[in-house]
């Protein structure tokens, strides 16, 4: 079974300044997909960015981008300028491609954010 | 605009009485899903649907049961609360099963 794992229960940045979230996983699968969602407080959760393991080239999406280490099960968030907006927890989260039509997204325990003023 | 609607946003049942979540979708997507999720945790897959297809996560209680009456709508039945059963309910739509995760608000839910 695949697991995510994020060992940054919880994170916080100056408002302006870049942060790093950490995520790890296990999988024996070759074909994956990688996602970053944000949940704010009492808001719904998005997408922040995803990530198809057979792409070599990092995904990015304006200030989010990913460090995508395929080798290492490595696949960290990086967020740049960082605005009061971000706070928010970010879920890791891994999906297999192998499942025949039930693929499903296994996340990680979640980093909570808080950017300061 | 379109989006994956919850109702209500917030529930209170008491213990043992029969609640109904409710979840809609403007996006035409195939397949729904319904999580559960507790106070600062991941969110846990209870069941989906693929079209008419009921899929139901091995560890997902009896008491918890889904109806899919047509593409937009589909309904969290929760038969006999209990108090380990407050949680948020996420609903969530994808276009395919493999495709990006679209969340509703979710709904709360408080059982006394």
């Known amino acids: 079974a695949q697991t995510v794992t994020q060992s940054q229960p919880e994170m916080s940045v100056q408002e302006a300044e870049t942060v790093t979230l950490s995520c790890t996983y296990d999988t024996s699968e070759n074909n994956y997909y990688l996602f970053w969602y944000k949940q704010p407080p009492s808001r719904q959760m998005i997408l922040v960015i995803r990530?198809?393991?057979?792409?070599?080239q990092n995904a990015t999406e304006n200030r989010f981008s990913v460090n995508f280490q395929k080798a290492a099960k490595s696949f960290s968030l990086k967020i740049s300028d960082s605005q009061l907006g971000d706070t928010a927890m970010y879920f890791c989260?891994?999906?297999?491609?192998?499942?025949?039509?039930?693929?499903?997204?296994?996340f990680g325990k979640g980093t909570k954010l808080t950017v300061n003023p | 605009d379109a989006m994956v609607i919850q109702n209500p946003r917030y529930q209170v049942t008491q213990f043992g009485k029969p609640v109904t979540l409710s979840c809609s979708q403007t996006?035409?997507?195939?397949?729904m899903y319904w999580y559960q999720q507790k106070s600062s945790q991941a969110p846990k897959l209870l069941f989906h649907?693929?079209?008419?297809?009921?899929?139901n996560e091995a560890d997902t209680p009896d008491n918890f049961q889904s109806r899919r009456p047509n593409t937009s709508f589909c309904f969290l039945d929760i038969r006999s609360p209990g108090l380990g059963d407050a949680a948020m309910y996420l609903c969530?739509?994808?276009?395919?099963?493999?495709?990006?995760?679209?969340f509703g608000p979710g709904t709360r839910l408080l059982v006394l």
């Open positions: 990530q198809e393991a057979y792409k070599q």
């Open positions: 969530a739509t994808s276009s395919r099963s493999w495709e990006t995760q679209y």
């Open positions: 989260a891994f999906m297999s491609l192998t499942q025949g039509g039930s693929e499903k997204l296994v």
């Open positions: 649907y693929y079209d008419k297809d009921f899929n």
């Open positions: 996006l035409n997507h195939n397949v």
